[in-house]
């Protein structure tokens, strides 16, 4: 099983670009999570899905950030425009309602730099 | 300017001891409460769990106890290894049913050799 798996792991870009990041969960896994991780504000999470259906984007920090999930394999969260505030660690993460309950599974993370 | 940091509590643990982690935690309605583990350049990994109607449980060379009077979380592992030199973190779920994880702020660990 490869696990969660995220690309970029690297991103560094200048102020002002969209920056996409991309997540593919596990298979047959029905939910999938974005978070956020920061010296300043820890582990965040920013929105969550459910059988491709966002369930709680409470999180997400302003309208510059979007998420979607066009099929059970595949999301992307978008940042349009980056700012340097948005320099952070982002990780998906997935797990399965037929599961260990709230097991979530980590991807590696993308390392975003916004200059 | 200079950014002002999470100040990540540390705990260094002499290889073979047994460690504690403490964590306090937010909601005294909180159901449900994850230990995870965060290797350096690593996604957190799921340890244990335990729900609110129970105040101990344990796994493979982890205990996670709960004292809900206090609104406290802990967890030990015995006769720790270098491999659990990591950060570990506290979440907690307000509903069971809730996929919601809000965590702790986490705990340095450094198992010296």
């Known amino acids: 099983d490869a696990g969660v798996i995220q690309s970029p792991r690297h991103e560094v870009t200048e102020m002002g670009q969209e920056v996409t990041l991309r997540c593919k969960p596990i298979?047959?896994?029905?939910?999938l999570f974005w978070y956020r991780q920061t010296m300043m504000r820890g582990l965040e999470l920013l929105i969550y899905?459910?059988?491709?259906?966002?369930?709680?984007d409470s999180g997400m920090p302003e309208d510059r950030f979007s998420a979607k999930m066009p099929n059970a394999s595949f999301s992307t969260l978008k940042i349009q425009p980056s700012e340097p505030r948005d320099s952070a660690v982002y990780f998906c993460a997935s797990s399965s309602s037929s599961g260990r309950r709230n097991e979530q599974f980590f991807g590696p993370g993308t390392r975003l730099t916004v200059l | 300017g200079e950014s002002v940091g999470l100040h990540l509590p540390t705990l260094s643990v002499q290889e073979g001891d047994n460690s504690i982690i403490n964590c306090a935690y937010s909601?005294?309605?909180?159901?449900?409460f994850i230990w995870y583990k965060q290797e350096s350049g690593k996604g957190p990994q799921f340890i244990i769990d335990?729900?609110?109607?129970?105040d101990k449980r344990q796994g493979q060379r982890v205990t996670v106890l709960l004292n809900k009077t206090v609104k406290h979380l802990s967890l030990q592992i015995a006769a720790t290894q270098p491999g659990d030199s990591a950060v570990y973190f506290c979440?907690?779920?307000?509903?069971?049913?809730?996929?919601?994880?809000?965590f702790g702020t986490g705990t340095r660990l450094t198992i010296i050799p």
């Open positions: 899905f459910n059988n491709n259906v966002p369930i709680d």
């Open positions: 298979s047959g896994h029905d939910y």
């Open positions: 979440a907690e779920i307000l509903n069971f049913g809730n996929e919601k994880l809000t």
């Open positions: 335990i729900r609110s109607n129970m």
């Open positions: 909601n005294s309605a909180s159901d449900y």
